[in-house]
């Protein structure tokens, strides 16, 4: 029996199965993502989505979908489904869905009078290439499938308008036929396993409507052009498989490339194998480079993320090896203090002051879990020391140390923190000053380097660096706490104290270099655990507080009203589990446990098999965000390691 199930009975309720949504991906940072019956609703759906190096730095969405008809005595039943203008669903093939799943692959059966078809879909794991299995499972008479192809190619952050200057040209390639619509891109090489006949009738399909960007108000209506039809014929129990793909491929290799590329899954048949799948999904490689993409199926490969996400996709798993492919990666990548996002233009460098710091975040998990900080030291330190002393200096860009050792950072126009909303043009969570998490991420950087730096021998960096640290927990505790309220400030500006109660504490308590007394931290772990733990996640915001906003809906603007307000993020549980670990041991795992089995619900609602980037602060819970977020799966099997070393 299939772990991941869906209620057959509700697939044929759009408002079940819309929702639902499918990715796959490659490791060249590809993939194919759309809703459970084949749906788009988003821009970022589609069957072939990749790289096209010869156009921009983007991601290209080419191949948006591909309808069949099964065609019986000429009489055509078409499966495919499309949701047009003022939401207009045509055709509705839907209705002929019988089963679905997605272990160990993607597949929905159709049937249609006496026919019944089987289609099996992934994702190449080393090529971009997608490819769909056919099986007729069971037909009284001469059957012949009908395949249309919906061509966009566009960059998946925009959408495509009807023209006349698409190249509507197509050639002959074995078992099929290859295009490209426009200079610059690559050829999709669209083949099967059987020869099939080909005609060429190009026409152009109007306003498919996309219900996810409609509703975040973005530009949502799509022209698509459909170059022809491929029409097979099939027999029972007979499999074709058509591939579509930017290289050719021999078709007579196609079968055993599918069933290949079936082995080679992590198989979706428990809890753990979902999040340990989704892990392996968020790797990249690119050009010898390997990158962690934070969040699909919008996201690029982000710096705060990246560092966040690491010990969980890799360490807490045993992969040491991929967890320094990507260290090494983003230190090549650096431009003085501040490592750079992987995204396009201004978007390649964002500074983010936290971004630096959490790289010794990454580092101290290798040596707790690894126990090798001499090779951390050997490798890295001179990068550890450019970036503390350039912190210290005021030389990286809006932040700098003051006297008191703690770390001041801030602009009024642009975010720093993790908390980075814009709302006209202004961070909607201003917190210019001294942040609470960084300051505490600071003292661990520090201290880090100076345990490191002990083991080693290093005296020069340790007659550096020790007094500051020394002097550090004294003036952090001064700034951020005060009895009264019980737990820390957020931010600090001059005389002003934010006692707004937001997650970003737990990060001080779960400080393992004693930045704050065990008192303290257990004050701090209470709070949090009141206020703002939720079965997917802290909430960002207090729901005590007036400014709390917990529904993340309606317009972008909406959204990121809400983006830092009260919606509840999953990566956050991560230092909270460490935090509480810390403070109860074996005494704590069992509520470390429950907070990990609650997310197995969500293994079947908004990205199937994975955890999405967040949720509304409040029940019912839902998923919102990217719907396979690398930090929320870090997080969960983070907390999935702790709990197991102590079984």
Same mark, same amino acid.
């Given at each position: 029996?299939?772990?991941?199930?869906?209620?057959?009975?509700?697939?044929?309720?759009?408002?079940?199965?819309?929702?639902?949504?499918?990715?796959?991906?490659?490791?060249?940072?590809?993939?194919?993502?759309?809703?459970?019956?084949?749906?788009?609703?988003?821009?970022?759906?589609?069957?072939?989505?990749?790289?096209?190096?010869?156009?921009?730095?983007?991601?290209?969405?080419?191949?948006?979908?591909?309808?069949?008809?099964?065609?019986?005595?000429?009489?055509?039943?078409?499966?495919?489904?499309?949701?047009?203008?003022?939401?207009?669903?045509?055709?509705?093939?839907?209705?002929?869905?019988?089963?679905?799943?997605?272990?160990?692959?993607?597949?929905?059966?159709?049937?249609?009078?006496?026919?019944?078809?089987?289609?099996?879909?992934?994702?190449?794991?080393?090529?971009?290439?997608?490819?769909?299995?056919?099986?007729?499972?069971?037909?009284?008479?001469?059957?012949?499938?009908?395949?249309?192809?919906?061509?966009?190619?566009?960059?998946?952050?925009?959408?495509?308008?009807?023209?006349?200057?698409?190249?509507?040209?197509?050639?002959?390639?074995?078992?099929?036929?290859?295009?490209?619509?426009?200079?610059?891109?690559?050829?999709?090489?669209?083949?099967?396993?059987?020869?099939?006949?080909?005609?060429?009738?190009?026409?152009?399909?109007?306003?498919?409507?996309?219900?996810?960007?409609?509703?975040?108000?973005?530009?949502?209506?799509?022209?698509?052009?459909?170059?022809?039809?491929?029409?097979?014929?099939?027999?029972?129990?007979?499999?074709?498989?058509?591939?579509?793909?930017?290289?050719?491929?021999?078709?007579?290799?196609?079968?055993?490339?599918?069933?290949?590329?079936?082995?080679?899954?992590?198989?979706?048949?428990?809890?753990?194998?979902?999040?340990?799948?989704?892990?392996?999904?968020?790797?990249?490689?690119?050009?010898?480079?390997?990158?962690?993409?934070?969040?699909?199926?919008?996201?690029?490969?982000?710096?705060?993320?990246?560092?966040?996400? +690491?010990?969980?996709?890799? #360490?807490?798993? /045993? *992969?040491?090896?991929?967890?320094?492919?990507?260290? =090494?990666? %983003? !230190?090549?990548?650096?431009?003085?203090?501040?490592?750079?996002?992987?995204?396009?233009?201004?978007?390649?460098?964002?500074?983010?002051?936290?971004?630096?710091?959490?790289?010794?975040?990454?580092?101290?998990?290798?040596?707790?879990?690894?126990?090798?900080?001499?090779?951390?030291?050997?490798?890295?330190?001179?990068?550890?020391?450019?970036?503390?002393?350039?912190?210290?200096?005021?030389?990286?860009?809006?932040?700098?140390? +003051?006297?008191?050792?703690? #770390?001041?950072? /801030? *602009?009024?126009?642009?975010?720093?923190?993790?908390? =980075?909303? %814009? !709302?006209?043009?202004?961070?909607?969570?201003?917190?210019?000053?001294?942040?609470?998490?960084?300051?505490?991420?600071?003292?661990?950087?520090?201290?880090?380097?100076?345990?490191?730096?002990?083991?080693?021998?290093?005296?020069?960096?340790?007659?550096?660096?020790?007094?500051?640290?020394?002097?550090?927990?004294?003036?952090?505790?001064?700034?951020?706490?005060?009895?009264?309220?019980?737990?820390?400030?957020?931010?600090?500006?001059?005389?002003?104290?934010?006692?707004?109660?937001?997650?970003?504490?737990?990060?001080?308590?779960?400080?393992?270099?004693?930045?704050?007394?065990?008192?303290?931290?257990?004050?701090?772990?209470?709070?949090?655990?009141?206020?703002?733990?939720?079965?997917?996640?802290?909430?960002?915001?207090?729901?005590?507080?007036?400014?709390?906003?917990?529904?993340?809906?309606?317009?972008?603007?909406?959204?990121?009203?809400?983006?830092?307000?009260?919606?509840?993020?999953?990566?956050?549980?991560?230092?909270?589990?460490?935090?509480?670990?810390?403070?109860?041991?074996?005494?704590?795992?069992?509520?470390?446990?429950?907070?990990?089995?609650?997310?197995?619900?969500?293994?079947?609602?908004?990205?199937?098999?994975?955890?999405?980037?967040?949720?509304?602060?409040?029940?019912?819970?839902?998923?919102?965000?990217?719907?396979?977020?690398?930090?929320?799966?870090?997080?969960?099997?983070?907390?999935?390691?702790?709990?197991?070393?102590?079984?």
């Amino acid at each position: 029996m299939s772990y991941l199930k869906f209620d057959k009975e509700q697939l044929v309720n759009l408002g079940y199965s819309l929702p639902r949504e499918l990715l796959r991906t490659n490791r060249a940072g590809s993939y194919s993502s759309t809703t459970i019956i084949g749906c788009n609703t988003r821009k970022y759906h589609g069957l072939v989505i990749t790289a096209q190096p010869g156009v921009d730095k983007g991601l290209h969405v080419l191949l948006s979908s591909l309808d069949e008809t099964v065609i019986q005595h000429d009489a055509e039943f078409n499966l495919g489904i499309h949701m047009f203008k003022d939401e207009v669903f045509s055709p509705k093939g839907h209705k002929y869905i019988i089963d679905l799943g997605a272990d160990p692959i993607p597949y929905v059966v159709y049937r249609v009078g006496g026919v019944v078809l089987k289609k099996e879909r992934l994702f190449s794991t080393s090529q971009n290439r997608f490819l769909t299995k056919y099986t007729l499972v069971d037909a009284h008479s001469k059957t012949t499938l009908r395949l249309r192809p919906f061509l966009a190619f566009r960059n998946r952050h925009h959408v495509m308008k009807a023209n006349n200057y698409a190249d509507t040209r197509y050639f002959p390639i074995d078992n099929g036929i290859k295009m490209r619509l426009y200079e610059g891109y690559d050829y999709l090489n669209m083949q099967f396993s059987k020869s099939p006949e080909y005609v060429h009738n190009p026409d152009w399909f109007y306003d498919f409507e996309y219900s996810k960007d409609k509703e975040r108000g973005f530009e949502c209506n799509e022209d698509l052009l459909v170059p022809g039809y491929f029409d097979i014929p099939i027999t029972k129990g007979e499999s074709v498989v058509f591939a579509a793909g930017l290289e050719e491929i021999s078709p007579s290799a196609l079968k055993r490339n599918f069933a290949n590329e079936v082995n080679k899954r992590t198989p979706r048949d428990s809890y753990k194998n979902c999040l340990l799948n989704s892990a392996d999904q968020f790797i990249t490689k690119e050009k010898g480079k390997t990158y962690v993409v934070a969040g699909y199926p919008w996201l690029g490969s982000w710096v705060r993320d990246t560092f966040i996400a +690491l010990p969980g996709l890799t #360490l807490a798993r /045993g *992969d040491e090896k991929t967890f320094m492919q990507v260290i =090494d990666t %983003m !230190v090549s990548d650096m431009d003085g203090a501040f490592f750079l996002n992987k995204g396009t233009g201004s978007e390649s460098y964002m500074p983010t002051v936290d971004g630096s710091l959490w790289f010794f975040y990454a580092l101290r998990w290798y040596v707790d879990i690894i126990g090798d900080g001499e090779t951390i030291w050997k490798k890295y330190n001179l990068v550890m020391r450019n970036i503390l002393s350039q912190f210290r200096r005021g030389a990286a860009e809006g932040v700098r140390m +003051l006297d008191n050792g703690l #770390l001041w950072s /801030g *602009d009024h126009d642009k975010p720093l923190t993790w908390m =980075d909303a %814009m !709302v006209n043009g202004k961070p909607h969570t201003p917190r210019r000053g001294l942040a609470v998490e960084l300051n505490a991420l600071w003292y661990d950087a520090i201290s880090l380097c100076l345990m490191l730096a002990r083991e080693a021998g290093d005296d020069i960096f340790k007659e550096e660096w020790e007094t500051f640290a020394a002097s550090i927990p004294d003036a952090f505790r001064e700034a951020f706490w005060d009895e009264k309220y019980g737990y820390l400030a957020d931010f600090v500006d001059g005389d002003y104290k934010d006692w707004s109660v937001r997650p970003n504490m737990i990060i001080a308590a779960a400080s393992p270099f004693g930045l704050l007394p065990e008192e303290i931290r257990m004050q701090i772990v209470n709070r949090v655990q009141c206020d703002l733990l939720t079965p997917r996640g802290l909430r960002t915001l207090s729901p005590n507080d007036k400014a709390y906003h917990s529904s993340y809906k309606g317009v972008q603007y909406d959204r990121d009203l809400a983006f830092h307000q009260g919606t509840s993020w999953p990566w956050l549980l991560g230092p909270f589990a460490e935090a509480y670990y810390e403070l109860y041991g074996e005494g704590g795992i069992s509520t470390l446990n429950d907070i990990y089995r609650k997310f197995e619900d969500d293994m079947q609602t908004h990205g199937i098999g994975s955890i999405s980037q967040l949720y509304s602060g409040d029940p019912p819970w839902e998923a919102g965000g990217t719907i396979s977020h690398a930090s929320s799966v870090a997080a969960l099997l983070l907390i999935d390691f702790l709990v197991s070393k102590n079984k």
